[in-house]
């Protein structure tokens, strides 16, 4: 099972994520955690993580050869949660290609959606709490307009394929995680949906 978690910053991936990697036994994979955890001499994660501590995306390239290196461990095998990864629409193509080449897809693509406005606040408590440096007041506009420019068309993409669906996430965790789980089995118990 190869299920996308989207949704815009400070949606809750993070939090969702860890949930539904732990239900479905699967590994978690945000390319976020892999940057900000990646050992210092790596080329890639520091490369990434400049643009991401500016409030920009990581390249394509980087981005999708990241994922690309966790995908050939072991315990990616049966699955895995991509958290935030594809955030264009030029790594889901990318990541489309890649999994086509073995005969795998993205099975489930899940939209958590909440109002701007109350991503903002929640945004500005996740870094007093964590410390994130992709968290500064300066970087939240900036991270919102280029989710607007160039994930929200990510949406579109799997839109247009049927594997989307969409989870009111301005509710308690537990509601959202609940949602989550009724998308996954009501489109494996009907693939025509997905």
Do not use: W
């Not at 394929?161 to 789980?181: M, T």
């Amino acid at each position: 099972m190869r299920i996308v978690l989207i949704g815009p910053p400070g949606s809750g991936k993070g939090t969702q994520g860890r949930l539904l990697s732990q239900h479905f036994g699967i590994p978690h994979l945000s390319t976020g955690e892999m940057i900000r955890s990646a050992p210092p001499g790596s080329s890639l994660a520091r490369m990434a993580a400049e643009r991401i501590d500016a409030g920009n995306l990581a390249p394509d390239d980087v981005a999708m050869e990241l994922i690309r290196e966790r995908l050939s461990e072991d315990d990616c095998r049966p699955g895995c949660l991509f958290d935030g990864f594809p955030r264009t629409v030029t790594q889901a193509e990318l990541l489309d290609e890649y999994l086509g080449r073995s005969g795998q897809r993205v099975d489930f693509v899940l939209l958590l959606d909440v109002p701007e406005a109350k991503l903002v606040t929640r945004i500005v408590q996740r870094a007093e709490i964590e410390h994130r440096p992709d968290d500064t007041v300066e970087a939240i506009g900036h991270r919102f307009e280029i989710y607007r420019n160039q994930t929200e068309p990510v949406i579109g993409y799997y839109a247009e394929r049927g594997q989307l669906r969409r989870i009111d996430a301005d509710r308690p965790p537990e509601a959202i995680f609940a949602d989550l789980l009724a998308a996954v089995s009501q489109a494996v118990d009907d693939p025509a949906e997905g």
